[in-house]
């Protein structure tokens, strides 16, 4: 199968505009699983079904005690599991964990030819990534591997924040990269205890009705709206993405039961330029598919404005609405994802 670099990479060098070129593979959802578990791992195939990408964790939520065993797991799914055309990535442990090193001999060694990204957790710079970049060079070269295995970043420090575009444009193995909010969460010391979503005490709240002496009038309640607190860094991550040809996506929602609010926050994602986000459950599979294709009403609206003005040029009204150049790309974004996920 192509990698989305593949796609991506030729496209956005020199060209005008690449928006409206042919985008990458399925990729609405990295689903997580334990490579330790062996019933896990025989349920892998059906899941594989299912999913666009699996990953293969050994990062963290793996105890110490496990983490030889979930590696040696994850070399077993590469050389016995069929996965069909669902791609295979790993997350490995960052790289200043005694793990680390382990992680990727061993895997590059024993099933690079069956990897397809490495996922780098806590990437802080572009020397992180210009680390993993010259080491997988040589050990590809070592094992015999041919196809570059590429490599995912989380964004999930402040450094990183501080970062993201350069660690981007790091190499032209960056397939990606995922926005991981509980680390960062930590990192910038918010105070916070959740897994992505929202905060009920991240408000905002509408001015105070005042009384006839210019006092707040307190028995009149105010309206109050829960606000985004991970906006900022996820459209950054967005335009760092796309400016270098890779792919953003949304990283865990950690609260499995609530899949109204899983929805939501996958939307926000959606809608703000990310391609899929990652699933910690089955449950959250089908929530990432739904979310992460566009919808059918604004694919035929889109498909309709194509149609309307082939050479993508001028102003036009249709539906009363005003399209033009820029809006005959957004379009053409929404019907190329479309088209993509229906072959
Ligand atoms: C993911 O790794 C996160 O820290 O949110
Ligand atoms: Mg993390």
């Known amino acids: 199968m192509r990698s989305p670099r593949d796609f991506l ?12 070129e042919v985008p990458f593979p399925p990729s609405r959802m990295i689903h ?38 979930a590696r040696e797991g994850l070399v077993t799914v590469g050389k016995e599991i ?4 669902t791609q295979l990535w790993t997350r490995i442990n960052a790289l200043d964990s005694p793990w680390c090193i382990d992680d990727l001999t061993t895997l590059v060694g024993e099933i690079g030819d069956k990897l397809d990204v490495i996922m780098v957790p806590k990437v802080e710079g572009p020397w992180d990534i210009h680390y993993i ?20 970043a989380i964004l999930e420090t402040a450094q990183g924040v501080a970062h993201v575009d350069e660690i981007a444009a790091a190499s032209p193995r960056m397939q990606g990269m995922s926005f991981g909010p509980a680390d960062l969460a930590a990192s910038r010391r918010m105070k916070t205890t959740r897994v992505g979503g929202g905060h009920p005490g991240y408000l905002s709240m509408s001015d105070p009705t005042l009384d006839a002496d210019g006092q707040i009038d307190a028995s009149v309640a105010r309206v109050t709206a829960q606000q985004d607190p991970w906006h900022y860094s996820i459209a950054r991550m967005v335009d760092a993405c796309t400016t270098n040809g890779c792919l953003p996506f949304y990283g865990p929602f950690g609260d499995i039961k609530d899949v109204a609010a899983c929805e939501a926050q996958f939307r926000a994602a959606f809608l703000l330029g990310c391609v899929g986000a990652w699933s910690l459950h089955p449950v959250q599979i089908d929530i990432a598919k739904k979310v992460f294709s566009p919808p059918v009403d604004e694919v035929l609206f889109a498909k309709k404005v194509l149609e309307a003005i082939p050479d993508g040029k001028g102003v036009h009204m249709i539906d009363g609405k005003m399209q033009d150049d820029a809006t005959w790309k957004q379009c053409k974004v929404m019907v190329d994802l479309a088209t993509m996920l229906s072959e």
């Open 9 to 20: 990479k030729p496209l956005c060098v020199g060209a005008p505009d690449p928006i409206t």
């Open 32 to 69: 997580f699983f334990d490579a330790s578990n062996e019933k896990m791992r025989a349920k892998l195939p059906d899941i594989a079904a299912k999913a666009d990408i699996v990953l293969g964790n050994l990062e963290d939520a793996v105890p110490v005690d496990r983490k030889v065993a």
């Open 82 to 85: 069929d996965l069909g055309g």
């Open 133 to 152: 970049d010259r080491l997988l060079a040589q050990l590809e070269a070592k094992a015999g591997v041919k196809k570059p295995i590429l490599v995912h």
